[in-house]
């Protein structure tokens, strides 16, 4: 029988940690990689001329952007105090977004502070914590321009290698067929061709209707080299583009051995940067390597869950349009993505209203599912969209 000794956690609890902070600016080219890794080509984040002529008048970065700065995926006041003999994976995310718009020479930092924690017995790991933490992102002009609640599954080493112990399921990726790939593309350009055809036009709140359902987004088959180029998308992955925390350490918060490692050290950074690079060594690299994947009890390379926040963001606020916003999500993250498998979102209008604020908003339920159905995450969210003039 597993035990999880969550007792160093309640040291933690309320207390805010040490800042994430950027040592350079944001480029434009830093929100072009984003999107281009989150399979996101919406033309007012990489296409300058096209950025020019709507209402920004610039390219400007995504709603989902805030995150790319924070080096622990927003995780860290969610998984900060010790749990002996455990490993990670991400729960879910609930984002509220203030309006502040991100650009190219903005620079963005995130307050944390852990939140709570309650243990659940539960059938895949048995005993396990789901640990919250808050993070608020700031810009350079101190204003608030989103705040994220993390929520992070901690659970025992043994139970997560008792999850793979003796088995092969799942090992192999699905082989998709020329003809396929080709179909797979196809149903991906109708989201593209959506935005395109929306351009900058407003989708009034007038138009929308309870029961309306979202145009379905599909992209993949992830790979490797997919999830790689995710990884390199977050700015903090850069050597030296962090001033890296001093009260991170992978042993102290219970990981162990060959999963712990100097990932982020700041100072072995300044000695050998590649043994710091969660691509290469420590927790983060079981989403590139299979192996390690199944260490802790994944059968194959997976995506990362704030990734899957990304797709989630990005996706109400494409359809949203340039002249609507994404005001609140509350994401559960079910099963991550896997090597060989493809992602479909849809979407479906579940009630509209005019908030106390004078804000019109309608709510949408969404779901992300891989070609067989199966459940990756889950949705509710709040979209403000424009009125139309009287």
Known sequence: MTTLDCSDLDNYIGKPMQPARMVEPFANCDIRRWVQAMHFPNRLHYDTMFAMESRFGELIAPQSFPVTMDDGHGSAPSCIGSIPNS???????????????????????????PFDYKVKDTSSFGPTCF??????????????????????????????????HGSTEGHEEPVWTDEEILEVEARAYKYIKMMHDLGHSPRYWESVNVGDELTERVFGPHSIVSFTTEWRSYTFTQWGSMHRR?????????????????????????????????????????????????????????GYGASMGAWITDYLAGWAGEWGMVRHSNCNYRSPALTGDITIQTGKVVDKFVDEHGRALVQIESRMVNQSGGVLATAKAEVELPRKPA
């Open 246 to 302: 001093t009260d991170l350490d992978m042993e102290l918060l219970g990981f162990v051995g060959p999963m712990a490692g100097k990932e982020q050290d700041p100072v072995e950074e300044r000695n050998n940067p590649e043994l710091t690079d969660g691509a290469y060594v420590g927790p983060s690299r079981g989403h590139l390597f299979p192996r390690w994947a199944r260490f802790i009890g994944m059968p194959r390379g997976y």
């Open 87 to 113: 490993h990670m994976l991400f729960g879910g995310d609930e984002w509220w977004f203030n309006g502040p718009r991100v650009k190219g020479g903005d620079r963005i930092w995130n307050e944390r502070v």
């Open 131 to 164: 640990q919250r933490g808050d993070n608020f992102y700031y810009n350079q002009h101190g204003d608030l321009v989103a705040k994220q609640r993390s929520t992070s599954i901690r659970y025992n080493q043994a139970a997560g290698q008792a999850a793979q």
